[in-house]
């Protein structure tokens, strides 16, 4: 069975190196869906508990990233570089299977 928790980041970027508008400073509000897989736990009845996505995003991926320059963190940061990053953070605290879905806008998204 597969939790997801989604997450909204207000970020601002520009891309090192790219011909074309994303080489200037601009900003997006990406989602994160984070998706956790297993199985229910007979005791507690969940695969996991939201306040717990909740709480290791918020500390781990969310207070570093939103509302920052993600160029401050990431030397090149495209969405498939943040994803990774994102994806680096919650591996620490959730193993595996995790896997995320970062959307830049509502139309386009990076999966890990």
């Not at 989602?31 to 736990?41: A, E, F, Q």
């Not at 969940?46 to 991926?61: L, Q, S, T």
């Not at 943040?82 to 970062?102: C, H, N, S, T, Y």
């Amino acid at each position: 069975m597969k939790i997801v928790k989604s997450f909204k980041l207000k970020i601002a970027h520009f891309l090192p190196g790219y011909v074309g508008k994303c080489k200037q400073l601009h900003g997006h509000t990406m989602r994160l869906d984070v998706i956790i897989d297993g199985r229910i736990n007979p005791d507690t009845g969940m695969v996991i508990d939201f306040y717990e996505i909740d709480r290791v995003v918020k500390n781990k991926v969310w207070s570093v990233l939103d509302h920052t320059l993600l160029n401050d963190t990431i030397k090149n940061p495209t969405s498939e570089n943040v994803a990774i990053w994102i994806m680096e953070q919650l591996k620490k605290e959730f193993g595996d299977p995790v896997a995320i879905r970062l959307w830049e806008d509502d139309d386009a998204y990076v999966e890990l």
